[in-house]
């Protein structure tokens, strides 16, 4: 893992490498880019994305209307999975926001929260690093694809 890589890590356990803001940056993804613009209303260059810990977060990430930011500063943490609340309501009622094409971005967010706690942040980057590409060629994917645009592969 590179030494940032921690950036990626979301609040409350969200993988920031698969999220379409910062791997369409990084691929040069223009379309996509567009389409979160429009989508989103945000320029492009707001779209752009470098992780929830570093200088260049999209405004809704900042903006945590789900509150994570601003209960993570109160309680004195990090990241949620330090919390001595955790888990917490915040955090399963938040399981059940944000699906695309039948895929929940935070379904597992609790498990991947403990997976860090249990066998810390580097262990857990790696994992989301091989999850989040395809198993035939290796591609990083966003996190809502269903088959890879470039070897066709479905993902499961």
């Given amino acids: ?14 993988y920031c490498g698969t999220c379409p803001s910062y791997l369409a940056s990084r691929e040069n993804d223009v379309a996509e880019l567009e389409r979160r613009s429009k989508e989103l209303g945000y320029t492009i260059e707001e779209l ?12 809704a990430c900042v903006e945590c209307r789900h509150g994570f930011r601003k209960c993570a ?17 915040r955090l399963e009622d938040f399981k059940h926001v944000h699906i695309v094409d039948g895929i929940s971005h935070h379904e ?36 809502s694809i ?9 993902i499961k």
């Avoid at 752009?48 to 405004?59: I, L, Q």
């Fill in 73 to 89: 500063s109160e309680h004195g943490v990090t990241w949620c999975f330090e919390c001595s609340d955790f888990p917490c309501q």
């Fill in 146 to 154: 269903r088959d890879c645009p470039d070897c066709h592969t479905h």
């Fill in 48 to 59: 752009r994305c470098d992780g929830c810990f570093s200088d260049k977060v999209m405004p």
């Fill in 108 to 143: 597992h967010l609790i498990e991947e929260l403990q997976y860090i706690k249990d066998n810390g942040m580097d262990a857990w980057l790696e994992k989301m690093d091989r999850e989040g590409r395809c198993p035939r060629c290796g591609k990083r994917l966003y996190w």
């Fill in 1 to 14: 893992m590179e030494k940032d890589d921690w950036k990626l890590v979301g609040i409350c356990g969200i």
